[in-house]
């Protein structure tokens, strides 16, 4: 019998499962749109419903537990959320205790930046590595960090929050109810935000041209199209990107940083930029700390919350 | 024969040396004045002679050995120096070999902020926690940090540094090269410029009005004193310090945040303004961090030094 864990990926916008092997491969995945203003109840029914559809594909695997990210920040030591901004109802809700009622499996409880950051460190491209930060760049900037061989959880297991380190004194306000936070500035949001604002001044670029509404991915569209603008954006915030890289870098030497989420599926185009900001304005002993892409895709999370059972 | 650890604490100011018993207490000290341009021999021959007279004065004692706290940042898994900015001669130096020659003990060698963070872990403001933030505020900012039970060191031994954080996007010039640092900011050396910056165009402080120069000091006296400009510029210190506290603590999210640094000294003044940025700034969940004083005052980097014999 195959010994696999069971990950789940509960997100503002999907609930995902697998079933994963030891080796972190995916045996089998579903999803479907979390319903987020339902309430807790609903969203965990969801993920009981996700699960036992997949374990009812292969009878013959022997699931060892079940390993959630959540987003965050939730309290993973006494497993009760205080507030998840993306999800209505889970205000003081004992979220590991009632997912813990619902399966006959053990169950670990773990915020999603630290879950992919596992997912990289294990089986993606931070395998072997002592020291990695991992940092997703997507709708906000999340993060999680592995330092000397062990995971970094922090008070209330609530470490790797970069996203709301400031980079900006008193910039752009940011969802956390603060400004000038990374996420405020270096997000995908961000990054559509700056190029709806500077498009709509510009007569040369084509951004915004076409009636269609501009983000993320229309910008690095048409910055491959040779639009100037377009290209000025992406450069900057690359820089960005390189800013907050380089402060988590002089603050905790990792071997290496992995960036994951919507953003990094350019990353061949921003890595150069974030690579030049690093050279540039890191202490030279940091300099040459690699800047790399995910390798377990949108699934560092998923699969690191099935290692989380492995752990 | 009581078991001792011979702590040193090289700065770029002054050598110290000192015997350390098992809990932390400092059985005897001395120190002298760096020979910061003499070149590595020299200042290794004060560090021996430091030690041997310390030695000498109680002959029954048994040393276990000798750790080095060193200005950074030195790569303390080779134990070769880079570049100490504040010493001359020291780059590409075999530190930690060049220090065992001159000892028949072991020799460990440490970046000085991790040290004074092992201080105060071990014996100051953060014994018995799993996760803390060690600061110094001085002429730079330095750090150390631990967590989960462990001093978090990185790649090369050289995490901590905290103070080469940017704050401010392309801000005030850092002596690391780069720019908006932390250390730019709420140094001591960055508050002092400030004050001499402001007092020259304001009629009513006393700041630089005695004919003295505006240091640090002097403007937590005025301040004392009344003085309404000099006040001003300490509740913005608290400020600056309070927003790179809460970028720490959203990265690291720690028990506790220890400060030390001369300016520490005020640390009565500051605090009540750091309090108030931190429950501004930070994300709920992370507002009731306690910001402490360092508990071993300035010796917390030479105990810390010491510790590393005895962990």
Partial sequence: MQQIAIGVDLGGTQVRAALVGEAGNLLAQASEPTDAMAGPERVLSQISHLVEGLLETDR??????????????????????????????????????????????????????????????????GKGCDDLIYITVSTGIGGGIVSGGRVLRGRKGMAGHVGHMAIVLDGEACPCGSRGCFEAYASGTAFARRARLVAAGDAQTK??????????????????????????????????L???????????????????GGLANEFDRLHPRIRDCISRTAMP??????????????????????????L
């Fill in 242 to 260: 390189g800013r907050g890289i380089t402060n988590l870098i002089h603050i905790l030497s990792p071997e290496i940083v992995v960036i994951g």
């Fill in 207 to 240: 951004l915004g041209k076409n009636g269609k509404p501009i983000d993320s991915r229309g910008v690095f569209l048409a910055g491959r199209e040779g639009d100037a603008l377009a290209n000025r954006l992406i450069d900057e915030e690359a820089e960005l």
């Fill in 285 to 310: 002993a940091f300099r040459d700390v690699p800047v790399v892409h995910a390798g377990l895709g949108q699934n560092s999370g998923l699969i690191g919350a099935a290692a989380l059972v492995f």
């Fill in 60 to 125: 013959s695997l022997q699931p060892l537990g079940v390993g959630v990210s959540t987003p965050g920040p939730v309290d993973t030591t006494t497993g009760i959320a205080s507030d998840i901004p993306t999800l209505a109802g889970f205000d003081g809700f004992p979220l590991r205790a009632e997912l813990q009622r619902r399966f006959d499996l053990p169950v670990s409880l773990e915020n999603d930046g630290i879950s992919a950051a596992i997912g990289e460190w294990r089986y993606g491209a």
